[in-house]
């Protein structure tokens, strides 16, 4: 039986890492990866069969003696016809599909967060810099247990009266009006929301939503409304409790151990 | 006529170098033509303040690190080769000295190129900074002075100063980094108060801390003392100025041990070492791919090789060192720690993480190159596949971006459900990259061990038990490591933060150390089975060395711009803003473009002076051997 050469093994390699990430974790085990992604991982898997191709010089000889012997032998006409027909053509498909067109709008082009402002502020009043502003109910969590509850409660109103069309019964950002945005709404049950950011940074989004995005980053398509148009600060800062207790994630702080 | 038509090609090209001059003349007269009394900023001409600013410093710290970088490890070689009496050794630290010697001045230059712009383009800025700093100012030129006469000391005497002078010759070498070193601490100084003019309450004297109570009350009378203190701790940040006059209100000392100034410190000593270690391994690599004699390939083999070596112990650390940096610009404030990790530079983090990739990548590439050299390297190759791929996926965690609706298109992440990957986007979390970095850094401390082992067979009694124990330890760390990733996810950030992530970093260096204590008892005595083949190295693997020291100078020209970019809009951030028309922080293609153009102009000067150095060397070999030969002659 002949051996299957090295050529032939890096190849299979090559394909299936790429029917693993689209088909297995991008359709069987998880939604589907942007192809932006895959090809940033397959870029990688190239690397390594090349790198453990090329270490030693026998290996690397005996990974280029397929392709040389395409190239060169008359015993493999027929093949080296079809790759250099098959090559350019697979080139101009490729060139064509990234330059044509495209129909489907592009994704969203704002950077990942915001950059908040040095000062926090509520209408034009300043409430303290953004380093150092605290949810002043927040210390009723240990102080007074009841009158934080009152206060998470209200938290809850607030969210189920005015955010949860958009950021969802579960706070996962699946509201009814969010297959309507782009981008969707941000979804706080997500380990990468919540535990990144202080208490005042939620406070800034709510307060000044999509209009009140800062200059730099630009540009932004946010739908989120200008909150302090209709909610007082303590609203805001209960909401802000209310998120935190319900999805169990605790806000970013800077504490002793520093 | 060949004499005339040369003569006529110099004319041509004389015409046309005076046109081009006159021309540039022509452009840049309006721009000297502006008042030049009490001007805030002055236009550079054609590429604009900014630019000729950036492409000034850069060049300057590229060309300062590596100056810096190469004495440290030269005068640690210089000391093996005294202590073994291998005289390899002494000519290869000459060699790195020599090329320290040629850049010194092109340093000095730059520095000097880099103070005429800043003073001719920003006079305000360099006032304020000047009224603040002067006396650690005064304090650089002597510090230079220093450094300047000790490298000519130990540079020129490297010769006169053999035998019983060498102890003299090496207390040279270190006085040399203690000047060096302390030159960087003082200039790091005047860019991190830049960044970060504040300190914790508990590093200020009394009177700055009642000259900043007085300063906040004077803002808003209705505060009592009282209630300025009411929430501030020893560790608070307190700013360095009056917020509403920016007068600055503390002492040099003060200004000096910013938030930031010893991480920076640390940063760049360790990436001095680093990007020294890589651009003598390419000047190594270059020698070798140009040599013609066996003696000297093997030589720059060799030499190549201990460039990597140093460039890999800079490296292995530096992740550290840069997490503790940003780390702290978190503490300073949280508004900068969000617009670098999440905001307007989280992108270049990725662009980072991918040149990280490639770094680890490519010194592992060259040392399983390097395992081919040695009889009996070869059995470690098995292991070599898995070691390829554990790296690769790591490299990939690494660089997967947290957000990725900047590439994706609409219906892309509408199948996602949103710009986070409910699964791949995982690994944009700090927790999955720092366990990522951890196990690269422990593979490609394996890699070094093997090369270590190769062609060497252990004569100890227990190194049956050595072994399983080196594994144990390696896998006890790699599952703790894991572990403590996974757990990352779930617990507070400060908890993560301050406490996980520095429990990795203790766990990855406590291997690397216990197993290295380890591995030197049982190859104490090893029986050697093989020689190295110094000079019998793939030219594939020198490439790779030029490639690494590439991709280490476009790496620190892009955390450059995201280390002084960060501060967005002002000059001292939140004290001086900058109102010059160049304010905008530029978009990251732009940065990466300006990065490339100051790469190319680094590498052409250090070409340059690497040619000289040949140059040199080739018209003495001719003295000599000319010498030689007029010595035959008359001899017959």
């Known amino acids: 039986m002949k051996r299957i050469s090295l050529f032939t093994i890096c190849f299979i390699i090559f394909i299936g890492s790429w029917v693993f990430l689209q088909f297995v974790i991008g359709g069987v085990i998880s939604k589907p990866i942007p192809n932006s992604v895959i090809g940033m991982y397959m870029a990688l898997v190239l690397v390594a069969i090349l790198v453990h191709v090329s270490v030693e010089d026998s290996r ?162 946010s739908a989120m409304p200008v909150w302090e148009d209709h909610l007082t600060q303590e609203e805001i800062w209960d909401v802000i409790l209310f998120l935190s207790d319900y999805t169990g994630y605790k806000y970013r702080t800077f504490g002793e151990g520093h | 006529m060949r004499k005339n038509s040369l003569l006529t090609k110099k004319r041509v090209y004389l015409i046309l170098g005076i046109m081009l001059l006159g021309y540039i003349l022509l452009s840049v007269a309006p721009a000297f033509a502006q008042d030049a009394t009490d001007a805030e900023y002055r236009p550079f001409p054609l590429i604009g303040s900014r630019n000729a600013a950036w492409i000034a410093a850069q060049l300057h710290l590229l060309f300062g690190s590596f100056i810096l970088g190469v ?153 009592t003392r009282s209630e300025v203190m009411a929430d501030v701790t020893d560790h608070t940040v307190i700013p360095l100025h009056n917020e509403t006059t920016g007068e600055f209100l503390g002492t040099v000392w003060e200004a000096v041990n910013n938030f930031t100034w010893m991480p920076v410190n640390i940063h760049r000593l360790i990436g001095n070492i680093a990007f020294g270690g890589s651009i003598v391994a390419a000047y190594a690599a270059f020698r070798f791919l140009v040599a013609k004699s066996k003696e000297d390939k093997a030589h720059y083999d060799w030499m190549g090789y201990n460039g990597n070596f140093i460039a890999l112990c800079g490296l292995i650390p530096l992740p550290f060192a840069g997490y503790w940096l940003g780390r702290e610009i978190y503490m300073f404030n949280n508004t900068m720690g969000i617009n670098m990790m999440g905001a307007l530079f989280s992108w270049l983090f990725i662009l980072q993480a991918v040149m990280i990739g490639v770094l680890f990548i490519g010194a592992n590439y060259y040392l399983w190159s390097g395992m081919g050299r ?64 951890n196990i690269i850094i422990l593979t490609t401390f394996l890699s070094f061990l093997f090369y270590r082992r190769s062609g060497k067979a252990p004569t100890v009694s227990w190194k049956g038990i050595g072994n399983i124990i080196i594994s144990v330890i390696f896998f006890l760390g790699v599952v703790s490591i894991v572990v403590i990733g996974i757990v990352g996810f779930t617990v507070d950030t400060d908890i993560r933060v301050n406490i996980l992530t520095p429990w990795q970093v203790v766990i990855a260096l406590t291997v690397m150390f216990a197993v290295t ?89 250090v070409g340059f002076i690497f040619w000289l150095g040949l140059w040199g060397e080739k018209k003495k070999e001719n003295a000599v051997q000319l010498e030689a030969e007029v010595a035959t002659e008359s001899d017959d």
């Not at chain 2, 093996?80 to 340093?107: N, Q």
């Not at chain 2, 030129?141 to 010759?169: A, C, N, P």
């Not at chain 2, 996926?393 to 459900?417: F, N, Q």
């Not at chain 2, 699964?423 to 700090?430: P, Q, R």
Request: hydrophobic share 40%.
């Open chain 2, 517 to 605: 204590v380890l591995d030197i008892f049982m190859y104490r005595k090893a029986s050697t089975s093989g020689t190295i083949r110094w000079g019998q190295i793939s030219e594939r693997s020198q490439y790779v060395l030029i490639l690494l020291a590439i991709t280490f100078t476009s790496l620190m020209g892009l955390m450059g711009y995201a280390r002084s970019g960060l501060r967005e809009g002002w000059h001292i951030f939140g004290v001086m803003k900058d109102t010059s028309a160049d304010a905008f922080t530029p978009s990251l293609s732009s940065a990466v473009n300006t990065v490339s153009v100051i790469m190319v102009i680094f590498f052409a000067l």
């Open chain 2, 374 to 437: 040695i009889d009996g390297g070869k059995v470690y190759a098995r292991y070599r596949p898995y070691m390829i791929a554990v790296i690769v996926i790591c490299v990939g965690i690494w660089m997967t971006p947290r957000t990725l609706s900047k590439i994706s298109t609409a219906s892309e992440l509408s199948a996602m459900g949103g710009g986070n990957h409910p699964h791949i986007g995982l690994f944009g979390l700090m927790t999955a990259k720092n366990t990522a970095v």
């Open chain 1, 60 to 221: 690397f000889l005996e990974f280029l003696r397929p392709i040389h012997e395409t190239l060169v032998d008359d015993k493999y006409r027929v093949r080296r016809l079809v790759l250099v027909i098959a090559i350019p053509v697979l080139l101009t498909g490729f060139t064509y599909t990234n330059l044509a067109q495209k129909t489907p709008p592009p994704g969203d082009p704002r950077d990942a967060h915001p950059t908040p402002p040095l000062e926090l502020k509520y209408k034009d009043e300043v409430i303290e810099t953004m380093q150092k502003a605290q949810n002043p109910y927040r210390h009723y969590e240990k102080d007074d247990p009841e009158a934080f509850k009152s206060h998470v409660e209200n938290g809850r109103r607030v969210y189920y009266d005015n955010c949860f069309y958009c950021h969802g019964d579960h706070l996962d950002g699946q509201g009814h009006f969010a297959h309507g945005l782009q981008p969707l709404p941000a979804n706080f049950q997500d380990p990468g929301i919540i535990p990144n950011f202080q208490e005042s940074f939620f406070f800034w989004r709510i307060s000044k939503g999509g209009p009140g995005l800062p200059a730099s980053g630009t540009p932004w398509n």
């Open chain 2, 71 to 223: 004495p440290m490890f030269a005068v640690i070689i210089e000391f093996i080769g005294w202590k073994t009496k291998e005289e390899r050794y002494d000519r290869m630290a000459k060699e790195f000295i020599k090329l320290c010697m040629g850049a010194f001045s092109t340093t000095a230059l730059l520095g000097g190129v880099l103070v005429f712009v800043l003073l001719w383009c920003y006079p305000k800025v360099m006032s304020k900074l000047s009224g603040i700093f002067g006396p650690t100012m005064i304090f650089y030129v002597i510090l230079f002075f220093g450094e300047t006469f000790t490298l000519y000391l130990y540079s020129y005497g490297w010769d006169k100063m053999q035998g019983r002078f060498k102890g003299w010759h090496l207390f040279l070498g270190v006085l040399l980094n203690v000047w060096g070193t302390a030159i960087m601490f003082v200039s790091n100084t005047w860019l991190t108060y830049q960044t970060s003019p504040g300190t914790q309450l508990r590093k200020l004297t009394e009177k700055t801390k009642e000259a900043w109570i007085e300063s906040s009350i004077a803002q808003n009378p209705e505060l």
